[in-house]
Nanobody, 111 residues
């Protein structure tokens, strides 16, 4: 299993970012992929997940209405579109498949 996150960066409050998770080494189309985040000194926080074929998505209350998770099974990619970003969204974002995760991508929201 290999997961590689990308797309993080520094953005001002109210801005947007699109995170990507490139997957390989498993049957992607039937797998649930989850985004978590972890801020310094805080526990890991579940953000969203998407079930196979994208028929089922779920979001944490803290991001509902601002973040959208999607997938492209042909490309073995999962995306997290993040709009109206807030300073409290600052964290390292990871995509998970079961207990496997990538190296993470840093998102910093600051003016």
């Amino acid at each position: 299993v290999q997961l590689v996150e990308s797309g993080g960066g520094l953005v001002q409050p109210g801005g947007s970012l699109r995170l990507s998770c490139a997957a390989s080494g498993f049957t992607f189309s039937v797998s649930t992929i989850t985004w978590y985040r972890q801020a310094p000194g805080k526990e890991r926080e579940w953000v969203a997940h998407i079930a196979n074929a994208g028929r089922s998505t779920h979001y944490a209350d803290s991001v509902k209405g601002r973040f959208t998770i999607s997938r492209d099974n042909a490309k073995k990619m999962v995306y997290l579109q993040m709009n109206n970003l807030k300073p409290e969204d600052t964290a390292v974002y990871y995509c998970y498949k079961d207990n496997y995760r990538g190296q993470g991508t840093q998102v910093t929201v600051s003016s």
